[in-house]
């Protein structure tokens, strides 16, 4: 339950006097809530802030916010004042009425009006009566949710035109905010997926299964919070960690298929990938996809400065290289490959010793060594069927 705020109590006892807020104390709530939304990115943050803008302004007992979920045909909310996420079907309810014909809705009495659903009072055993919904209309005309007020605090308990009215306004304002907030989680969205399509892509033309890249995600996670890197920090690199060979795109396959042992000549070849999974990243301006280029490009570069394609050694080689670099070889090892059969952990963790301090940091081996119960639990998990 989200504690109302004390300047509400004190809003009821005044409305005895008034039932709706003076002008000014309109304005002052719209002037400090529009302010706080525009700086938000995020989505929940800007739904909370709606739902408690709407109901400081009408004096209602609980707004909500509610969105358009248009894959699964359902309206849901991740925010309403005494409940947690609600999902209903479209079209259903005040709300769905609303949202399908993109009309605004005062009524007095939810139990006397035919579309009202009571589904929700039921499972919360609060009772509805008066009822606002605004629908809220994005850039391009599409409806893309609806506010919803219900239950005026006031001794009369029943919504005004004038609240009608005043909701409207929260919508019109707060609605650009909503849709651009709604738009840069999209944007993000679907940068998370290319990135996880492109990586595959650069597995699979290698014939390495899925799971490689999310094992090694997984692995590259784990080891840049044992390293102690921030949370965000260690998810950025969980995101563009399963890039790191997206170059072997342009490898031919008579290399990257090669059953045997490669010549020394298609070796040289092969090591072009670094430099190009780079040159294929590195013009972005996106953050994730300029860390993606990092390392795709260090992914092989030696704690000694005997990797390739540069000869990079220890600090010199980025903290992300030098993770990805564990994450890989320790996946690559203990997996089949067209040239090799997946070795005995035994053996992996022996090569990782002897490793440590010439082809990876000695302090990231550590780290490996420490969470060795978590890296096993993810190779599992994400088993290669
Ligand atoms: P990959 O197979 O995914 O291997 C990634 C890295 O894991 C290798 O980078 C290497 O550091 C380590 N690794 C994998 N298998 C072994 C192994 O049997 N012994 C040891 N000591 N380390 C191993 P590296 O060597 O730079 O190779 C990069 C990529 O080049 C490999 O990715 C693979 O796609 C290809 N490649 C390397 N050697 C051969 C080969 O003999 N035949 C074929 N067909 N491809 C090879
Ligand atoms: C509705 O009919 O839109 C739902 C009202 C409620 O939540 O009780
Ligand atoms: C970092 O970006 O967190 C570390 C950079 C580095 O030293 O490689
Ligand atoms: C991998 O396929 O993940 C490892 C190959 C490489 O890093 O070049
Ligand atoms: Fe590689
Ligand atoms: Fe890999």
Redesign the pocket.
């Known amino acids: 339950m989200l504690d109302r705020p004390s300047h509400l109590e004190a809003a009821v006892s005044q409305a005895n006097a008034a039932n709706e807020r003076t002008p000014e104390e309109l304005l002052r709530i719209i002037f400090d809530y529009t302010a706080k939304i525009g700086g938000e990115r995020n989505l929940k943050s800007v739904l909370l802030l709606m739902a408690n803008m709407g109901r400081e302004m009408i004096m209602a007992d609980r707004c909500t916010v509610w969105l358009i979920d248009h894959a699964k045909e359902e309206l849901f909310t991740t925010i309403a004042h005494g409940v947690n996420e609600i999902r209903a079907p479209f079209g259903k309810g005040f709300v769905g009425h609303s949202v399908q014909t993109g009309e605004p809705l005062l009524i007095e009495d939810a139990y006397s009006d035919p579309r009202h659903n009571a589904e929700n009072d039921r499972r919360t055993g609060y009772r509805t009566k008066s009822v606002i919904t605004v629908p809220f209309v994005g850039n391009d005309g599409t409806i893309i949710g609806a506010y919803q007020a219900i239950n005026k605090l006031t001794p009369q308990a029943v919504f005004t035109h004038s609240d009608l009215e005043h909701l409207k306004l929260a919508a019109s304002y707060a609605g650009k905010s909503l849709e651009s907030v709604i738009l840069h989680e999209e944007i993000v969205a679907t940068q998370r997926e290319i990135i996880t399509v492109m990586g595959e892509i650069g ?1 699979s033309r290698s014939k390495e299964t899925g799971n ?1 890249v999310k094992r ?1 995600a997984e692995y590259s996670y784990i080891l840049a919070i044992g390293y102690g890197l921030p949370v965000e920090e260690a998810e950025l690199l969980k995101m563009v960690s399963p890039m ?2 997206i170059g072997k795109v342009a490898i031919p396959d008579a290399v990257l298929l090669k059953p045997g042992k490669l010549t020394e000549e298609e070796f040289e070849q092969m090591k072009q990938h670094t430099d190009i999974g780079y040159h294929l990243l590195k013009g972005s301006s996106r953050e994730l996809l300029r860390t993606a280029a990092i390392v795709a490009y260090q992914h092989h570069e030696k704690w000694n400065g005997k990797g390739y394609p540069r000869g990079l050694s220890g600090e010199e080689i980025h903290l992300y290289g030098r993770i990805t670099a564990i994450a ?1 070889v320790f996946d ?1 090892l203990g997996s089949d490959r067209v040239y090799k059969k997946a070795w005995e952990l035994e053996r992996i963790l022996k090569l990782f010793k002897e490793e440590r301090g010439q082809h990876f940091d000695p302090k990231l081996v550590d780290v490996l060594m420490e969470q060795l119960p978590a890296i096993l639990d993810i190779r599992d998990r994400f088993r290669d069927v």
Do not use: G, I, T
């Open positions: 597995e490689h090694v790191h060979d890989d690559a």
